[in-house]
């Protein structure tokens, strides 16, 4: 099968996160490679949805279309494997009462300036300690603290530790490099991190609007795989989602840290690591029977053509995952659902791997309509293959499905 993509780039703004990052609320907390809400908004009028819809992101993340869709008064359900996307998702969504969150924050802060929390006293992991040190995790560990002992609900607990989890890159030792961590000796001092903290929640809190009340159970995310996910057949009309790109970047490397400070241990944690979408080499998900999956013939050429086997068996796995989801997207959406994927191209050994085509067709053998495929940005390839193989543009796509 053959789509020709079609020129849409006036949305190639909208499938990075950098528009977002001026954004009441969105700017909370954001994660690469995600896209904003100007997308989901377009999608929403395209396809006219209402409150009387449900819209589905299998991939949550930083709960773009979950917020984007309460923006626009339309009902949303998120999942995720990971809980720190999930707190993200779920705390952006959340209606807090400013007045009420302006107490409790007051009733923090003197806690903090008391300097008379007391440590939890967990057993970090070491790459915690190792990424945090000279004092920095002591005083992360009593905010933490003082957080919990908060006399509030638990997502009012979950805006405070929000807050806190979003700043510790800029006080950690392991830095995001592309698809892993990086050693470098920067980032503030101890003496900062409340001063830093405070900013963040009270950046937080002008973001906060005491508006009419709206029942947080129609915008929530889970823990849970899209490969399985828990919800019924045919309940959703709607699916506007990002499945994590094939290019090596393993998000439990990445947020690190943030996962083993505030959710895991290491080996909850590396667990983590091996469920994940095939995007990377180290994932080796427990997946559900995939019988009737054949990839498509020109998936094969490609992946024949490379020489590093890690690659071929992170590209087949990537697919194989890919085909799982879109099998469980068709089940669980009503017929005539529209599903919008964002996808990126990717290159390995000088080979062109078509993320977006092999999607469409991998989707029409799930039970989906490939409508179209919408050609919004082209990235150049990295330093290392460009000084190879020379300059070789990749695109990113809206891959454009119906339920039939």
């Known amino acids: 099968m053959n789509w020709q993509a079609t020129e849409q780039t006036e949305w190639r703004h909208w499938v990075t996160p950098r ?22 908004h377009a999608l929403i009028h395209e396809w006219g949805l209402n409150g009387q819809d449900r819209i589905l992101d299998p991939f949550a993340g930083s709960g773009t279309t979950l917020l984007a869709a309460k ?38 802060q003197r806690a903090l300036r008391s300097g008379r929390m007391a440590p939890i006293g967990r057993a970090y992991p070491e ?26 609900s638990s997502s009012e607990r979950d ?25 470098s000796k920067q980032g503030a001092g101890a003496k900062n991190v409340t001063i830093f903290f405070e900013e963040q929640v009270e950046m937080m809190l002008s973001d906060v609007c005491d508006t009419a009340f709206q029942s947080n159970r129609y915008w929530k995310a889970r823990v849970a795989d899209a490969r399985v996910m828990p919800a019924s057949d045919a309940v959703y009309s709607a699916v506007i989602t990002s499945p994590p790109y094939p290019n090596r970047h393993d998000y439990t490397r990445i947020f690190g840290v943030e996962l083993m400070f505030a959710f895991h241990d ?42 590093d086997k890690r690659m071929q068996c992170m590209l087949e796995g990537y697919f194989l995952d890919m085909y799982l989801c ?34 469409a067709e991998i989707g029409e053998r799930a039970g989906l309509t ?28 809206v891959v454009m499905f119906e339920k039939r």
């Open 266 to 307: 290491w080996e909850a944690n590396r667990a983590l690591r091996y469920q994940t979408f095939h995007s990377h080499p180290e994932a080796r998900p427990n997946r559900p029977s995939a019988r009737r999956y054949k990839p498509p013939k020109a998936l094969n050429g490609s992946i024949r053509d490379l020489t």
């Open 370 to 397: 490939c409508k179209e495929i919408r050609a919004v940005r082209w990235r150049g390839n990295s330093a290392q293959q460009m000084g190879k193989y020379g300059r070789m543009a990749a695109r990113e796509s």
């Open 159 to 183: 805006f405070f530790r929000l807050a806190l989890i979003s700043i510790i890159p800029r006080f950690s030792y392991a830095v995001a490099n592309g698809g892993w961590l990086r050693w």
């Open 326 to 359: 879109l099998c469980e997207v068709a089940r669980v959406c009503r017929k005539g659902a529209k599903a919008a994927f964002v996808v990126g191209n990717t290159q390995y050994d000088g080979t062109a791997i078509l993320v977006d085509e092999f999607t």
């Open 71 to 108: 923006e626009m008064g339309v009902p949303s359900d998120g999942y995720d494997l990971s809980p720190l996307a999930v707190l993200a998702s779920n705390t952006k969504t959340v209606t807090f009462s400013r007045q009420r969150l302006k107490k409790l924050w007051q009733i923090l």
């Open 127 to 152: 790459l915690v300690r190792k990424a945090l040190p000279r004092g920095r995790l002591a005083v992360f560990d009593r905010i933490a603290s003082g957080i919990e002992s908060l006399g509030c």
């Open 19 to 40: 528009g977002a990052k001026e954004k009441a609320v969105h700017r909370w907390y954001l994660f690469p490679h995600s896209f904003t809400d100007d997308l989901v």
